[in-house]
C-alpha cells in the first residue's frame, strides 16, 4: 500500500500523529478547565455558606436567641386585649410640696382615661376640672418623697383612681397616665 492509501485509511504516520496531537489537544483543554471549573464551584459554594451563617447570626441577635420579645410586667397581668379608653388631658400641669422635712417639690402631669362609651364623662370631668386640679395637688401635697417612687406608681395611680371616682358623680376613671411625675429636692 502506498501512502496516500495509508492517508485513506488513517494509518499514515505523520497525519496520524497530528490527530492524535489534536485529541491531546481536546483533553488538554477540559483539564485545563476543571481547576477554574471547581475554583468558581467552591467560590460559589463558600459564598453560600456565608450568606447562611450571617443569616442565622442576624436572626439569633434579633430574636434573642429564642427569648421571647414580649414581657408583660409583674404588677400588670392582661387576659386577652387591653381595653381602649377615652382621654381627658385637660388638666395642667400641677406644682405641689410633699409633707417631707425639707419639703421636695412634686411635678405632676397627667391624663385620666374613662370609658370609650361614656358621653357624660367629658363633660364632668370638664365641668369639674378646677376642683380636680385642687384635689390632685392636695393628694401630692400629703404624699412623702419616698411614696412617688417610680416602683410605687401603681399603687400611687390605683389609690388616686379610687378617690378621684369617689370624688365624681357619673364619671369613672379606669386609668391614670402620668406624663411626668418628678420630685425635687427644695
Do not use: C
Not at 116 to 133: D, F, G, H, M
Amino acid at each position: 500500500m502506498s501512502n496516500a492509501d495509508d492517508d485513506a485509511i488513517g494509518l499514515g504516520g505523520d497525519d496520524g500523529d497530528a490527530d492524535a496531537g489534536s485529541k491531546k489537544k481536546k483533553g488538554a483543554g477540559f483539564v485545563m478547565l476543571l481547576p477554574n471549573l471547581l475554583k468558581f464551584v467552591a467560590i460559589g459554594l463558600g459564598a453560600i455558606t456565608v450568606v447562611f451563617t450571617i443569616s442565622v447570626i442576624t436572626f439569633n441577635i434579633l430574636n434573642g436567641s429564642g427569648k421571647s420579645q414580649t414581657t408583660v410586667p409583674e404588677n400588670e397581668v392582661w387576659i386577652g386585649e387591653r381595653p381602649t379608653y377615652s382621654t381627658f388631658n385637660a388638666i395642667p400641669v400641677i406644682r405641689a410640696n410633699t409633707k417631707d422635712t425639707p419639703p421636695y417639690s412634686v411635678v405632676v402631669d397627667m391624663v385620666l382615661g374613662y370609658d370609650l362609651n361614656n358621653s357624660t364623662a367629658a363633660t364632668e370631668l370638664t365641668s369639674r376640672l378646677v376642683e380636680l386640679q385642687d384635689f390632685i395637688r392636695n393628694y401630692f401635697s400629703n404624699k412623702f418623697q419616698a411614696d412617688l417612687q417610680p416602683d410605687k406608681e401603681t399603687a400611687l395611680k390605683n389609690d388616686l383612681m379610687e378617690k378621684m371616682n369617689r370624688l365624681l358623680n357619673t364619671a369613672k376613671i379606669r386609668t391614670i397616665y402620668f406624663k411626668q411625675l418628678s420630685t425635687m429636692e427644695m
